[in-house]
């Protein structure tokens, strides 16, 4: 019995089954052969070798050769040309200043609020035992016309007066 095969664009033809021999001796396990990566161009079952070198940036995807060219072009280094900027900003090791150089005042005191002592007399600042801020007292009755009151309105619609102010 034949059969046809073909191999590329070649037609082909199989002869008939010989007689099947004696079973012949196991030979050594062979090693692992490396595995190729699947090409995408040509033959599409041909395995891919890569060079020992690496891939050829010529054998990546359109893609990935795109984004390989960004970062080839990419800032590798910054010199300051910005005329605006003072030529001691652009200097690899800045100047340093104390504070009285800039009018800076002495760091703060612990406990001390905007460098000012606590208590009572002029100058400091009361704290929380202060008798200053416990010194409750009731307000003292007074009364004020109306010229005294800077924000009095000169008119108001009758639906903003309460009922009890109309009668």
Same mark, same amino acid.
Request: glycine residues 6%; without cysteine; hydrophobic residues 35%.
């Given at each position: 019995m034949s059969r046809e095969y073909y191999l590329g664009n070649i037609k082909g033809t199989k002869g008939d089954k010989g007689d099947k021999g004696d079973k012949g001796d196991t030979g050594a396990k062979g090693d692992t052969g490396a595995v190729g990566v699947k090409g995408d161009k040509g033959d599409?079952? =041909?395995?891919?070798?890569?060079?020992?070198?690496?891939?050829?940036? &010529?054998? +990546?995807?359109?893609?990935? /050769? =795109?984004? +390989?060219?960004?970062?080839?072009?990419? +800032? /590798? &280094?910054?010199?300051?040309?910005?005329?605006?900027v003072p030529s001691w900003a652009k200097a690899a090791s800045k100047p340093s200043y104390t504070a009285g150089e800039v009018g800076a005042e002495p760091a703060f005191t612990k406990? =001390?609020?905007?460098?000012?002592?606590?208590?009572?007399?002029a100058g400091t600042v009361c704290e929380g035992n202060d008798s200053r801020l416990s010194n409750a007292r009731e307000p003292t009755a007074h009364?004020?016309?109306? &010229?005294?009151?800077?924000?009095?309105? &000169?008119?108001m619609p009758a639906s903003d007066v309460p009922a009890w102010a109309k009668s």
């Open positions: 599409p079952g =041909a395995d891919y070798m890569p060079p020992v070198g690496g891939v050829p940036k &010529s054998d +990546l995807a359109a893609a990935v /050769q =795109a984004s +390989l060219n960004k970062a080839d072009t990419a +800032l /590798q &280094s910054f010199a300051e040309t910005d005329p605006t406990n =001390a609020a905007f460098n000012k002592n606590f208590g009572s007399a009364t004020h016309t109306k &010229s005294q009151v800077t924000d009095f309105p &000169s008119s």
